[in-house]
């Protein structure tokens, strides 16, 4: 199964029912197995690392755009459980890359912004605490918080965004919820917050003409290999090669076929993968989209303005390394819960009246 079917297959197997929430998580524990020294132990709070990668902003834009991304970053920060920590320590990061390769002209900078949450251990002085401020700095890994600006490949899960392919879909995030009112998407297990000032969202629908055109010209590929293996093949292996290029051609043309019989508006609506493929059928698609089929999406350029500006922020996505949407779950990662649980209160209108 390719990583692709991979993704479609486990999307399908997501509880994608969106969530609603009426309060706090009932059981944030801060000190579920830590001492009362440790878990009130207050943290240092570092200043942003910055990385800019050299060759697409100019020194001027570098500056204006992590300057931007320093100030939501604060905005961020000034969550209650994370303006002045208590058992654990943050350390932000912030690094800005040109946008990948193939992108569109109009496609600004790629923006990230990591904070680390390092638990505090007062005991085993793996923790050192500043002697004038009283601020212990941990140790060790934590969870994370992640601002991503611009980036649409946070929406393809695994897969690595690869914008010289234009047909590389993925099935249609599913919104699971909300946080302030701001849509949570479920994405391959992960949760993804996201914030914008426009309609239009990062995917956009994978045609159906666009889906059989990528079919048509896999199979044209393999087609080729077996064509210029039939000269040196000889006997049994020949025999083979001949039955496997015939039924490679044959599967060309029926899919040249269907498609030529699909009317303009079908071949322009979205692709919607089968969630029960019927046998002998080429495409694995349903046509009509009906109940329990699966939208496929691809990344869409079109939501960055034209002209975009290099150093433009205009869409911002969150995560944490254990979900958005606040939920009484097991989750053994203490500190895990209270970045999670951050989000509740941090001012996301704010970092949205922030964005261009």
Same mark, same amino acid.
């Given at each position: 199964?390719?990583?692709? #079917?991979?993704?479609?297959?486990?999307?399908?197997?997501?509880?994608?029912?969106?969530?609603?929430?009426?309060?706090?998580?009932?059981?944030?524990?801060?000190?579920?197995?830590?001492?009362?020294?440790?878990?009130?132990?207050?943290?240092?709070?570092?200043?942003?690392?910055?990385?800019?990668? /050299?060759?697409?902003?100019? @020194?001027?834009?570098?500056?204006?755009?992590?300057?931007?991304?320093?100030?939501?970053?604060?905005?961020?920060?000034?969550?209650?459980?994370?303006?002045?920590?208590?058992?654990?320590?943050?350390?932000?990061?912030?690094?800005?890359?040109?946008?990948?390769?193939?992108?569109?002209?109009?496609?600004?900078?790629?923006?990230?912004?990591?904070?680390?949450?390092?638990?505090?251990?007062?005991?085993?002085?793996?923790?050192?605490?500043?002697?004038?401020?009283? @601020?212990?700095?941990?140790?060790?890994?934590?969870?994370?918080?992640?601002?991503?600006?611009?980036? #649409?490949?946070?929406?393809?899960?695994?897969? @690595?965004?690869?914008?010289?392919?234009?047909?590389?879909?993925?099935?249609?995030?599913?919104?699971?919820?909300?946080?302030?009112?701001?849509?949570?998407?479920?994405?391959?297990?992960?949760?993804?917050?996201?914030?914008?000032?426009?309609?239009?969202?990062?995917?956009r629908p994978f045609s159906v003409e666009s889906y059989y055109q990528m079919l048509i010209a896999q199979e044209q590929e393999t087609h080729s290999v077996f064509q210029k293996q039939l000269p040196s093949a000889k006997g049994a292996?020949? &025999?083979?090669?001949?039955?496997?290029?015939?039924?490679?051609?044959?599967?060309?043309?029926?899919?040249? /076929?269907?498609?030529?019989?699909?009317s303009p508006a079908q071949r322009q609506s979205g692709a919607c993968q089968s969630a029960r493929p019927k046998r002998g059928d080429l495409t694995g698609l349903e046509l009509t989209c009906a109940s329990g089929s699966t939208p496929?999406?691809?990344?869409?350029?079109?939501?960055?303005?034209?002209?975009?500006?290099?150093?433009?922020?205009?869409?911002?996505?969150?995560? &944490?390394?254990?979900?958005?949407?606040?939920?009484?779950?097991?989750?053994?990662?203490?500190?895990?819960?209270?970045?999670?649980?951050?989000?509740?209160?941090?001012?996301? /209108?704010?970092?949205?009246?922030?964005?261009?």
């Amino acid at each position: 199964m390719t990583s692709r #079917l991979r993704l479609l297959a486990a999307a399908t197997s997501l509880c994608l029912v969106p969530a609603a929430w009426a309060g706090g998580p009932s059981n944030l524990d801060a000190c579920a197995g830590r001492s009362q020294a440790s878990c009130h132990a207050p943290g240092v709070v570092d200043k942003p690392a910055i990385t800019l990668s /050299k060759g697409f902003l100019s @020194a001027a834009e570098g500056q204006q755009v992590t300057t931007r991304a320093t100030k939501m970053l604060e905005v961020a920060l000034q969550a209650p459980l994370l303006h002045k920590p208590q058992g654990m320590s943050l350390h932000p990061s912030i690094s800005v890359d040109a946008p990948p390769a193939h992108a569109a002209k109009h496609h600004p900078a790629l923006v990230r912004s990591i904070v680390l949450a390092r638990p505090i251990e007062v005991e085993n002085k793996r923790s050192v605490q500043d002697k004038k401020t009283g @601020a212990w700095k941990g140790r060790g890994e934590g969870p994370t918080l992640r601002l991503h600006w611009n980036d #649409l490949g946070v929406f393809l899960a695994s897969d @690595a965004l690869d914008l010289s392919k234009p047909a590389q879909f993925f099935s249609a995030p599913q919104k699971v919820g909300e946080v302030q009112g701001f849509p949570v998407y479920g994405v391959e297990g992960k949760e993804v917050l996201l914030i914008s000032k426009r309609d239009a969202l990062p995917w956009r629908p994978f045609s159906v003409e666009s889906y059989y055109q990528m079919l048509i010209a896999q199979e044209q590929e393999t087609h080729s290999v077996f064509q210029k293996q039939l000269p040196s093949a000889k006997g049994a292996e020949r &025999t083979e090669l001949e039955k496997m290029n015939a039924e490679r051609q044959a599967r060309i043309d029926a899919l040249k /076929k269907e498609l030529a019989q699909l009317s303009p508006a079908q071949r322009q609506s979205g692709a919607c993968q089968s969630a029960r493929p019927k046998r002998g059928d080429l495409t694995g698609l349903e046509l009509t989209c009906a109940s329990g089929s699966t939208p496929l999406m691809v990344a869409n350029q079109d939501i960055f303005t034209r002209p975009s500006p290099k150093g433009s922020l205009q869409f911002l996505t969150i995560t &944490t390394t254990w979900g958005v949407l606040p939920k009484d779950d097991r989750m053994p990662n203490a500190l895990g819960k209270v970045v999670r649980a951050a989000l509740q209160d941090m001012d996301l /209108k704010a970092l949205q009246a922030m964005l261009d």
